[in-house]
Structure formats: C-alpha cells, structure tokens
C-alpha cells in the first residue's frame, strides 16, 4: 500500500457545509444590515477559518467584524448541522480503510468545538483524531496542525497523504511534506485542482481506495 495515513480537510472534502455556513453568515450580515451572499459566493470565502470568511464577506471592511462574527457563532453553534452532510461515498470508504488499518485524522480551520460537534456524530467511530483550530497551533496551509494530528496518530510522513478541495489545502499538503490527494466534488472543482498540478486528483471519495494502493 502505498499510503497506509489519510489526513482528511472537512468542509468541502467530508463534508458539505457550504449551505449552513452561507445561512449562518447571512444571518449575522443581515443583523447588522449587511448584504448578503448566495452560495457559490461563499464556497470561494471558505477555508482559512471563519474569521476570514467573515473578512472577505465584509471585503475587508473591519468597522462590524466583531458584530458579523458574534452573531455568526451564535447563529451556527446550534444550526451547524442544519444541511451539512456527508458526501456520497464517505461513510461507507472511511469504513472499508477502517478495516484496511488506514489510519486517519481530520484537519480543518473550522473553531475546534465545530469540527468535534460536527464530526463526533458522523466519524467518531472511525476517525480518533479532529484537529480544528486551537490555542498554540497555525492554521493551515501552516504544516502544525498536520503534524499534530500525525504525531497524535503516531505516523510518519513518507506513508501519509493529504486530501483536500482547495489551494489551501494543496499549499498544505506542500508545507507538510506530504503526496495531496485533491478532492473533485469539493467546493473548488476538478478543472481547479488541475491547475494546481495536483499530484492526484479523485473524482469520487470511493476513488480515493485505488490512490492509496
């Protein structure tokens, strides 16, 4: 097997969130009389964390960040899992590399209670380690949050991959030394992942099972 670690993104590799997160982010903006944005608009904020979300929904306008981010927290803490799903073939790939002794862990730049109040639910039983964003950690594409998780998981780096849907993620995998897998059905597209000169790129999750080996 030529990879024997995955280090999973969340939003727009495991999971699609995309539509709560542009319902809690038009929330907050309309509270503070705000435009407002549909759902393609967002898919290209998203992936460095919420805070920038925010900063470029507010194309960098800083005078109601703190309002916009207050009421955006408080609208998604308890509407998160609202529309977010799994995408077709998640559940059922993450349990065969389960079987195969794939180890695996979750890195994403959502808020750390986020990634484990979404995740627990759905991955728990197969993924042990959600690295979200925390106190003494760089975000990505800084390698600390990577590292982390593969010392949490006790691996090393030449048998790992890193998959993702954005340049985010690709830069990442690049600043971790690893081989990224880039995610087609993500929130950036296949024709996108391309023109990063993705080492691989997976049409499908299932399409990840014939990568690794």
Avoid at 57 to 65: I, P
Avoid at 155 to 162: G, I, L, P, Q
Avoid at 174 to 188: E, P, Q, T, V
């Amino acid at each position: 097997m030529k990879y024997n670690t995955l280090i999973f993104d969340l939003d727009g590799t495991l999971l699609n969130t995309i539509e709560d997160l542009t319902d809690s982010l038009n929330y907050a903006l309309e509270q503070n009389n705000l435009p407002t944005y549909t759902v393609d608009n967002v898919k290209f904020f998203v992936g460095s964390g919420i805070k920038v979300m925010i900063e470029r929904a507010l194309k960098n306008n800083m005078v109601k960040f703190e309002s916009v981010y207050n009421d955006f927290l408080a609208h998604y803490s308890k509407n998160n899992t609202n529309k977010t799903a799994l995408y077709p073939g998640v559940l059922e790939t993450i349990k065969k590399l389960k079987t195969m002794n794939v180890k695996m862990a979750i890195v994403s730049n959502k808020y750390q209670q986020g990634v484990i109040d979404i995740c627990k639910p759905l991955l728990g039983e197969y993924i042990d380690v959600m690295v979200g964003e925390q106190p003494g950690l760089s975000k990505k594409p800084n390698a600390d949050m990577v590292n982390y998780a593969l010392e949490k998981l006790q691996v090393d780096k030449e048998t790992a991959a890193y998959v993702g849907d954005s340049d985010i993620d690709y830069l990442t995998a690049k600043n971790s030394a690893l081989d990224f897998i880039g995610a087609a059905w993500g929130f950036r597209g296949r024709v996108f992942l391309e023109n990063l000169k993705s080492k691989y790129v997976a049409n499908s999750f299932e399409d990840i099972l014939d990568i690794i080996q």
